[in-house]
């Protein structure tokens, strides 16, 4: 005879629901348990995937903080929308009682587009517009540049730049990775900084 319910008195009848139950129950702790397991494991794939690749899952628009001449001085990515042009801010913290004149006389400074790999693919000077920071504020330098210089690139470079080899076949963790470096360097009188930032691929 085939399992499951038959004739039997209402004792055995009540005990035979109260089994179903109880299986029904543990299947229901089984699958959330199942449930628990796998949130833990993509948790920990998200949290390796994190320290492998710092940065993959938030669009910095700003470079580290360092102290340039005795200030605080970070680059910054502009975000105005514009299709021939790209801006970044050099931002300055004048945190003394005396107003002070920006750029220094003795800078040179350059602006630079890397890709991944850490390959050079643009190049050119920065001359600064002097600025003047009043006491106990933040003032800023800017730089524009022309995105048609970077069309002009090798392809290596440009489809860094440009994401050229985008696709609807292209999974979302692929293009995580995906961008190249923009830098500004300033060779002050003792040495040289770097400020950087990883831009994602214009589309």
Avoid at 159 to 188: N, P, T, W
Wanted: hydrophobic letters at 35%.
């Amino acid at each position: 005879m085939g399992k499951g319910y038959h004739s039997r008195s209402p004792e055995e009848f009540r005990e035979y629901l109260k089994q179903i139950g109880d299986k029904n129950k543990k299947t229901r702790w089984r699958q959330i348990v199942l449930l628990i397991d796998l949130v833990l494991v993509v948790l920990i794939f998200y949290i390796g995937f994190r320290a492998l690749n710092p940065g993959s899952f938030q669009n910095r628009t700003q470079s580290d903080k360092q102290i340039v001449d005795g200030y605080p001085t970070y680059l910054s990515l502009s975000r105005e929308e514009d299709d021939k042009f790209q801006g970044y801010f050099l931002f300055i913290e004048n945190n003394t009682k005396l107003p002070i004149e920006f750029p220094n006389p003795k800078w040179k400074s350059e602006f630079r587009i890397k890709t991944r790999l850490g390959i050079l693919c643009f190049q050119e000077d920065i001359h600064w517009e002097n600025r003047t920071i009043p006491p106990n504020a933040n003032g800023f330098l800017y730089h524009s540049v022309s995105k048609e210089k970077w069309k002009g690139l090798v392809s290596d470079c440009r489809k860094e730049i440009f994401d050229e080899e985008a696709s609807i076949f292209r999974s979302k963790f692929r293009s995580l990775d995906l961008g190249f470096y923009s830098q500004v360097l300033i060779h002050s009188e003792d040495r040289t900084y770097t400020f950087q930032i990883k831009q994602k691929p214009y589309k």
